[in-house]
Each structure stands twice: as C-alpha cells, then as structure tokens.
C-alpha cells in the first residue's frame, strides 16, 4: 500500500513541474531532446532530493509529536493542495523566459519542489519508506517532465490550469486519506 501512496503522491507533486515543462515547450519551441534532458533531470534532482531533506527533519522531531503527526501529514497536503488549485486560477506573465538560462532552471526547480519538502516531512511522520519515494518520485517527475516539454511544443497552452487543479486534488485526496486511516 505504501508504493501506491508514494506514486500517487509523486504524481500529485510532478503536476507543478509538468505545468512549467509545458512553459518551457511553449516558450522555446526549438528544444531539442538534450535540452529537454538537462531541465528534465534538474527538476527530478530537485524534487527528489527536497522530500529527502524534509524526510530527514522530519524524522528529528518525530517523537515529539507522534501522537498527532496525522494531522500535521493532513494538513500539510492540504495546505498544498489548496494552494496548487488556487495558483492554477492566476494569470500568467506573458514575459519571455529561457528555461535553459542555468539560473531560471534552477529557480524553476526550486520553486516546484517546495513542496516535496513538506511531502518528505510528512512521509516521516507517517513511517513511509524515503529510498523508495526519492526514486518513485523522480521518475515520475523526470517523465512528466519530458512529457510536459513535448506537449507543450505541440499544444501550447491550453491544458496548463487544468494540470495544475488535478494535482492539488490528488494531495488533497491523499491528505484525506492519511487522516481517516489514523482517526478510524
């Protein structure tokens, strides 16, 4: 049961890093498929590498506060996903931006795997396994990725709220989830 939790989570977190691989296909049509490797596996880096890191803090303060971790897991995802569904309704800047610019994929790979920080705290809490989850959850984002790059050099921008409001209900489905297996 816990691999289909981590899938269905790294799905829910690839969702951010789809929509800005849409961005970037939409934005530099002439990608080729080097270019989409190198922001393909920066963005996996970062959003395997941040649940990792939380996974680890969270572990720190794990046994202060074991008797309520569900709820901090639930909130957490809620909090997140709410968030995901609330950003997808903001316009977006019609700048130009270069997703090759080392600096720009950095910041894009960052910003998208903020919240598998949070992710990683409450895979802790709820005794997840992190190995796992650090190679499900860059796979899945690796792969979503690529996809989002080619989809958005052939469709443009159409899709790009709706990917995003998907995801925030899977981690709100999730965050459920955790919270009635615990209350139950």
Not at 77 to 100: A, Q, R, T, V, Y
Not at 126 to 138: E, F, H
């Amino acid at each position: 049961m816990d691999y289909l939790i981590i899938f269905l989570v790294a799905i829910g977190l690839c969702f951010d890093t789809f929509a800005v691989s849409i961005s970037s296909g939409i934005a530099r049509q002439e990608i080729v498929f080097k270019d989409a490797l190198k922001i393909a596996l920066t963005l996996a880096f970062f959003q395997s590498a941040m649940p990792l890191a939380g996974w680890s803090l969270g572990e720190q303060v794990k046994i202060y506060i074991s008797e309520f971790d569900h709820w901090i897991a639930f909130a957490i995802l809620s909090i997140l996903g709410i968030k995901m569904i609330l950003e997808s309704f903001k316009n977006e800047s019609e700048k130009e931006f270069n997703p090759l610019n080392p600096w720009i994929l950095i910041s894009m790979a960052i910003a998208t795997s903020l919240d598998a920080l949070a992710v990683g705290i409450s895979f802790s809490l709820i005794s997840i396994p992190i190995l796992m989850s650090v190679l499900i959850i860059g796979f899945v984002t690796f792969l979503a990725s690529m996809l989002g790059i080619l989809f958005g050099k052939k469709t443009g921008k159409s899709f790009g709220k709706k990917i995003e409001i998907a995801g925030g209900i899977i981690l709100l489905v999730i965050g459920f989830k955790i919270l009635i297996e615990h209350i139950a």
